[in-house]
T-cell receptor, first 113, second 113 residues
Framework: NAGVTQTPKFQVLKTGQSMTLQCAQD?????MSWYRQDPGMGLRLIHY???????DQGEVPNGYNVSRSTTEDFPLRLLSAAPSQTSVYFC????????????FGQGTRLTVV | QQQVKQSPQSLIVQKGGISIINCAYE??????FPWYQQFPGKGPALLIA?????SEKKEGRFTISFNKSAKQFSLHIMDSQPGDSATYFC????????????FGKGTKLSVKP
C-alpha cells in the first residue's frame, strides 16, 4: 500500500532554475495539498486541490504553480527557484469529506544555492 | 497572522513522565483539531483528533483536552517513552473552507531514558 509518494527525496537547484516536485496517491482521494516546512515555522499551505481540474492558493503560493489533471497526481512547479524556497516540501491527500485524516508523503528536501 | 499558537517550542521529559503540549486558536469557526506526530526524515502522521462537541478524547497513552470557551486544546502523553521522541504539531481546520489544515509551529519532544 503506497499511500502518498513524493519524488525526488532530495534536490539541489541553482538560483533561477525550474523544476517539478512530483506527488502521487493511490487512495483515490479527491483532496490534495502541498505544504512547506521550515524550522520554527511549522507547515504552511502552498496550494491545494479539491479534485481534478480544480486548484486554489494557500497561505504561501508565490513562486509556485500547480495543476491537477488526474485524481492521482498533483505536481508542484517552481518557476524560477530562489534561495528563499529552500525547504522541505510535503504533499498530503485526504478524502473530499472535510475533517478526515490527511496522509502525508515522506517529503522532498530542496536546497536552492 | 498566526491562527494556531503552539507551546512550548521544545520539551524534555524523563521516561515515565507526562508530556504536555498546548495550543490556542483564534478562529471560532474551526471545528476539527488534530495532532500530528513527525519523526525525523518522515512526513507527519495523524496521532489523535478531537471535535469541539467533546472536552476530552483518549487513545491509549495520548489524551486531547479541549476547552472551547478558552479556545485552547492540549495533548497529554502519559508514561512518556523514548520512542515518543518526535516533533508534534497541533492543527485546526474549518470544514466550511475546504477543510485546509492550519498548523502550529511544532514542539520537539525529547524523552530521556
Amino acid at each position: 500500500n503506497a499511500g502518498v509518494t513524493q519524488t525526488p527525496k532530495f534536490q539541489v537547484l541553482k538560483t533561477g532554475q525550474s523544476m517539478t516536485l512530483q506527488c502521487a496517491q493511490d487512495m483515490n482521494h479527491e483532496y490534495m495539498s502541498w505544504y512547506r516546512q521550515d524550522p520554527g515555522m511549522g507547515l504552511r499551505l502552498i496550494h491545494y486541490s479539491v479534485g481534478a481540474g480544480i486548484t486554489d492558493q494557500g497561505e504561501v503560493p508565490n513562486g509556485y504553480n500547480v495543476s491537477r489533471s488526474t485524481t492521482e497526481d498533483f505536481p508542484l512547479r517552481l518557476l524560477s527557484a530562489a534561495p528563499s524556497q529552500t525547504s522541505v516540501y510535503f504533499c498530503a491527500s485526504r478524502a473530499r469529506l472535510q475533517n478526515t485524516e490527511a496522509f502525508f508523503g515522506q517529503g522532498t528536501r530542496l536546497t536552492v544555492v | 497572522q498566526q491562527q494556531v499558537k503552539q507551546s512550548p517550542q521544545s520539551l524534555i521529559v524523563q521516561k515515565g513522565g507526562i508530556s504536555i503540549i498546548n495550543c490556542a486558536y483564534e478562529n471560532t469557526a474551526f471545528d476539527y483539531f488534530p495532532w500530528y506526530q513527525q519523526f525525523p526524515g518522515k512526513g507527519p502522521a495523524l496521532l489523535i483528533a478531537i471535535r469541539p462537541d467533546v472536552s476530552e478524547k483518549k487513545e491509549g497513552r495520548f489524551t486531547i483536552s479541549f476547552n472551547k470557551s478558552a479556545k485552547q486544546f492540549s495533548l497529554h502523553i502519559m508514561d512518556s517513552q523514548p520512542g515518543d521522541s518526535a516533533t508534534y504539531f497541533c492543527a485546526a481546520s474549518n470544514g466550511g473552507s475546504q477543510g485546509n489544515l492550519i498548523f502550529g509551529k511544532g514542539t520537539k519532544l525529547s524523552v530521556k531514558p
